[in-house]
Nanobody, 122 residues
Framework: VQLQASGGGLVQDGGSLRLSCTAS????????MAWYRQAPGKQRELVAS???????TYQNSAIGRFTISRDNAKNTVYLQMNSLKPEDTAVYYC?????????????????WGQGTLVTVSS
């Protein structure tokens, strides 16, 4: 299973970005997909997650500004980020959990994408 993230870039304070992440491989289904971020000198933290059924969770700082969504048919998760702030600057990573293999029906956990850099200038 491979995850390919895209959509990062440089944006001004108050701007918007949309991140995308597509999982590829011998995938039957994916239970959860999520976005994490890691700012320089800080630990990686959960930003938002979404289950196959559409249940979502958000970090407090993301509530009201970020929206996570997914397209199950495309094994793709999105993160719409509005009202961006300089403190949102980080490398954003996508994560997939509960990935069911199409051939073996076995589940794999904790797959990570390569990260995409989001920089918010003040």
């Amino acid at each position: 299973v491979q995850l390919q993230a895209s959509g990062g870039g440089l944006v001004q304070d108050g701007g918007s970005l949309r991140l995308s992440c597509t999982a590829s491989g011998r995938i039957f289904s994916i239970y959860s997909m999520a976005w994490y971020r890691q700012a320089p000198g800080k630990q990686r933290e959960l930003v938002a997650s979404i289950t196959k059924g559409g249940s979502t969770t958000y970090q407090n700082s993301a509530i009201g500004r970020f929206t996570i969504s997914r397209d199950n048919a495309k094994n793709t998760v999105y993160l719409q980020m509005n009202s961006l702030k300089p403190e949102d600057t980080a490398v954003y990573y996508c994560n997939a959990g509960g990935v069911r293999d199409i051939d073996t029906s076995l589940y794999g956990y904790d797959y990570w994408g390569q990260g995409t850099l989001v920089t918010v200038s003040s």
